[in-house]
């Protein structure tokens, strides 16, 4: 059965930085969805399964890289300049299908155990 493992999160200040790690038992498409407290899960980012297409929420971009590495089957999500409203549980996500919307939840297939990321005033 395909696994997901993350991890990274932490307690960070306003400002500071993260990178989360996602490692994976195949390679996948892959990115990371957040679900704040009370909130809905969002979108945040997207890597095909080469690392040569890449797609970022808005509230991500000019702040946060996704990147892989192959040859270990993960993903990482560096996080700079990290905000209060950043707080949630990250959840590394994986799919089959390099086709249909990057931020639908619906057309990933897997998914990791979630990681806290808490950023402090």
């Known amino acids: 059965q395909v696994q997901l493992v993350e991890s990274g999160g932490g307690l960070v200040q306003a400002g500071g930085s993260l990178r989360l790690s996602c490692t994976a038992s195949?390679?996948?498409?892959m990115g990371w969805f957040r679900q704040a407290p009370g909130k809905e899960r969002e979108f945040v980012v997207f890597?095909?399964?080469?690392?040569?297409?890449?797609a970022y929420a808005d509230s991500a971009k000019g702040r946060f890289t996704i990147s892989r590495d192959n040859a270990k089957n993960t993903a990482y999500l560096q996080m700079n300049s990290l905000k209060p409203e950043d707080t949630a549980v990250y959840y590394c996500?994986?799919?089959?299908?390099?086709?249909?919307?990057?931020?639908?939840?619906?057309?990933?297939?897997?998914w990791g155990q979630g990681t806290q990321v808490t950023v402090s005033s």
């Open positions: 890597i095909s399964w080469s690392g040569r297409y890449t």
């Open positions: 996500a994986a799919r089959n299908s390099y086709y249909g919307a990057y931020n639908s939840e619906r057309l990933y297939d897997y």
């Open positions: 195949g390679r996948y498409n």
